[in-house]
Antibody
Framework: QVQLQESGPGLVKPSQTLSLTCTVS??????????WSWIRQPAGKGLEFLGR???????DYNPSLNSRVTMSIDKSKNQFSLRLTSVTAADTAVYYC??????????????WGQGTLVTVSS | DIQMTQSPSSLSASVGDRVTITCRAS??????LNWYQQKPGKAPKALIY???NLQSGVPSRFIGSGSGTDFTLTITSLQPEDFATYFC????????FGQGTKVEIK
């Protein structure tokens, strides 16, 4: 049973960098059948895809984040990470990591972490 | 980027009711459409992928249909555990989500 767990600071100051890590247990992050994604959800609002990374290190980011986002993967630790720079209050949200299964030409977020609340405030 | 629009934004229904939620894409996405269920304080859970394929372990009362730009999620007989918020998501061009439909108890 693969499980994902987010970790990182729950409070970040404005203009600073938000950094989160997702640890994958019960399976290998190196499986070629999956991307590894980050998604966020402000309180009471909808879901926003932030980006995804493949085991090769290739990434796809949401263009709306204007190059503020960077993702990385550490196969030796079975972890992948998110960095979001120059944060503002608008970045306050629950952040989820998710395994992203590939099928034919599509993908589905088939396994999610429990989510971690990140608040941007001075 | 592809926009996803769900309707209604909320609905009230009773146990045993048939419920239908619609999702429209701003351009054709073939059948690259997924549905998720989210309960308060929990992560979303995948229900259906590729428009009509049931995710493992999901009850057969959840039915997805559609292609191109118009899709529907039908719950054939609403159960108490189905009261939740439902999101559609396209995977034709990375990913975008609909704004959600909250299914409440009448």
């Amino acid at each position: 049973q693969v499980q994902l767990q987010e970790s990182g600071p729950g409070l970040v100051k404005p203009s600073q960098t938000l950094s989160l890590t997702c640890t994958v247990s019960g399976g290998s992050i190196s499986s070629g059948s999956y991307y590894w994604s980050w998604i966020r959800q402000p309180a009471g609002k909808g879901l926003e895809f932030l980006g995804r990374i493949y085991i090769s290190g290739s990434t796809d980011y949401n263009p709306s984040l204007n190059s503020r986002v960077t993702m990385s993967i550490d196969k030796s630790k079975n972890q992948f990470s998110l960095r979001l720079t120059s944060v503002t209050a608008a970045d306050t949200a629950v952040y989820y990591c998710a395994r992203t299964r590939m099928y034919s030409f599509g993908t589905v977020f088939d396994n999610w972490g429990q989510g971690t609340l990140v608040t941007v405030s001075s | 980027d592809i926009q996803m629009t769900q309707s209604p934004s909320s609905l009230s229904a009773s146990v045993g009711d048939r419920v239908t939620i619609t999702c429209r894409a701003s351009e054709s996405i073939s059948t690259y459409l997924n549905w998720y269920q989210q309960k308060p304080g929990k992560a979303p859970k995948a229900l259906i992928y590729a428009a009509s394929n049931l995710q493992s372990g999901v009850p057969s009362r959840f039915i997805g249909s559609g292609s191109g730009t118009d899709f529907t999620l039908t719950i054939t007989s609403l159960q108490p555990e189905d009261f939740a918020t439902y999101f559609c998501q396209q995977s034709s061009d990375t990913a975008t989500f609909g704004q959600g439909t909250k299914v409440e108890i009448k």
